[in-house]
């Protein structure tokens, strides 16, 4: 690949440097870090430098190989981590100070001031609430925050209080909870300094968001591709990204295994060949042959385009440690929405469950093979409501949960494909 111009080369590191924070962030997937980068790059352009020119076009053609090694290089390093990292140990520890009445927030918006004016307003709204349990104040770490964790630098972790004689308690309580959960913590309780916590940033990717495409290849097969929209959602850009002619490879890689549920996809090969296909949890129903893995898709589809035929025999599966999912996280800057329900695996799932901002409002469905159902929502407090309805009875029967009994209940309906609720104890019922 040619080299870029000096000019755009300081934009395309700009840009590449903002990659490496996404990926080892463990948010978004290939299609949305790629975009980001994309976006990175031309804002960093000078005045009077043409985003349509040649010299940026190549640069931005740059991203989606370095995109992809990045990807590719994190999703074999994470194969060698060990069973709880200290990100998810973060997140954890976030998650405790929500629950105890400290605001917490991780990469919480672009710097020091807009995230404090935002959880300022966050902080005197709980604290109006008369439903819901005053907040002592917050903690929070931003994006800038972020990028020099990401380079090897100790994440900074800022806090404030409701009142100023406050703030030193808040920082000490923050500093309790991340060392509660195996982090160490620099800090010699000066309030007006942040928390200093040296650990390695990556966290986890899991199912699309651990997909990469790949390198292309000479002659490789291609097929054009239609999904359908099952409304009333957009349908999301990781899937419109595949849409028309693309490779055999992108698209069993990339789309055909996190299909959400309802959606068809409809391919068509150069030889004038038509089939469609639609998920069923870790399975691919296909109209004209037999089922395919999920997971195993891209050797068959790449026979079938170029004349082969399809195996003989169907792919089975026992649908243990999937779910479907579908979630809303209400907070700025949250995890914002899976509109249409996507296969998460069991370890994908209880992590979404300490993801999710604990803000009124925010809701995972999670729904087994055998159409068993938990749902969980934030309510004021916060407080963690989690129930399983029967649509034939027109009721759902639940109860408040602890993060890590939540945690228990999606594993065991992933695992055994059971509602576990009752095994908590009492459950309210509720009428629709």
């Given at each position: ?9 300081h ?64 999703v ?73 964790a ?25 500093a ?10 620099d800090?010699?309780g ?138 809303a ?56 409501w ?18 890590p ?23 309210r019922?509720?009428?629709?």
């Amino acid at each position: 690949m040619s080299e870029v111009c000096e000019s755009i080369r300081h934009p395309l590191t700009t840009a590449k440097e903002a990659v490496t924070v996404r990926v080892a962030s463990g948010r978004g997937g290939f299609a949305e870090i790629l975009r980001h980068a994309r976006q990175d790059l031309v804002d960093a352009l000078e005045k009077d430098q043409d985003p349509d020119s040649p010299e940026v076009r190549e640069a931005l053609s740059q991203l989606h190989d370095h995109v992809d090694r990045v990807m590719a290089d994190h999703v074999n390093r994470q194969r060698r981590w060990p069973s709880r990292t200290d990100g998810e140990r973060l997140t954890r520890a976030f998650r405790a100070l929500d629950e105890s009445g400290v605001i917490a927030r991780e990469d919480f918006t672009c710097c020091d001031g807009c995230a404090r004016g935002a959880l300022n307003g966050e902080l005197a709204a709980r604290n109006s609430d008369p439903g819901g349990q005053a907040a002592r104040g917050y903690a929070f770490y931003h994006a800038q925050d972020s990028a020099h964790a990401a380079a090897g630098s100790p994440l900074t972790i800022r806090f404030e209080a409701t009142h100023p004689l406050r703030r030193a308690a808040v920082g000490e309580e923050t500093a309790e909870a991340l060392r509660a959960h195996g982090l160490t913590v620099d800090w010699d309780g000066d309030p007006d300094r942040g928390l200093r916590v040296p650990m390695d940033w990556s966290r986890r990717r899991f199912g699309r968001q651990a997909a990469f495409p790949g390198p292309a290849s000479d002659g490789e097969p291609m097929v054009r591709v239609s999904f359908n929209d099952p409304g009333p959602y957009g349908v999301p850009e990781w899937i419109t990204r595949y849409e028309g002619r693309v490779s055999v490879r992108e698209l069993s890689r990339m789309v055909l295994p996190w299909l959400p549920r309802l959606f068809t996809a409809t391919l068509s090969s150069d030889r004038g060949q038509s089939i469609t296909l639609e998920r069923d949890f870790d399975l691919l129903r296909v109209d004209h042959g037999p089922a395919l893995s999920r997971e195993r898709v891209e050797e068959p589809l790449s026979r079938w385009a170029v004349g082969a035929v399809w195996p003989r025999e169907e792919a089975r599966s026992s649908h243990t440690g999937l779910l479907e999912v579908n979630y809303a996280d209400t907070a700025e800057e949250g995890m914002g929405f899976m509109d249409y329900a996507e296969p998460l695996e069991t370890a994908a799932a209880r992590q979404l469950v300490y993801q999710l901002t604990p803000a009124k409002g925010t809701f995972a469905v999670f729904t087994a093979a055998n159409g068993e159902v938990v749902q969980m929502m934030w309510e004021s407090g916060p407080l963690l409501w989690m129930e399983s309805p029967s649509p034939a009875e027109g009721v759902s029967r639940g109860r408040h949960v602890t993060l890590p009994e939540a945690e228990e209940m999606v594993r065991v309906l992933a695992e055994e494909g059971r509602v576990a609720l009752a095994d908590l104890g009492e459950l309210r019922t509720t009428s629709w």
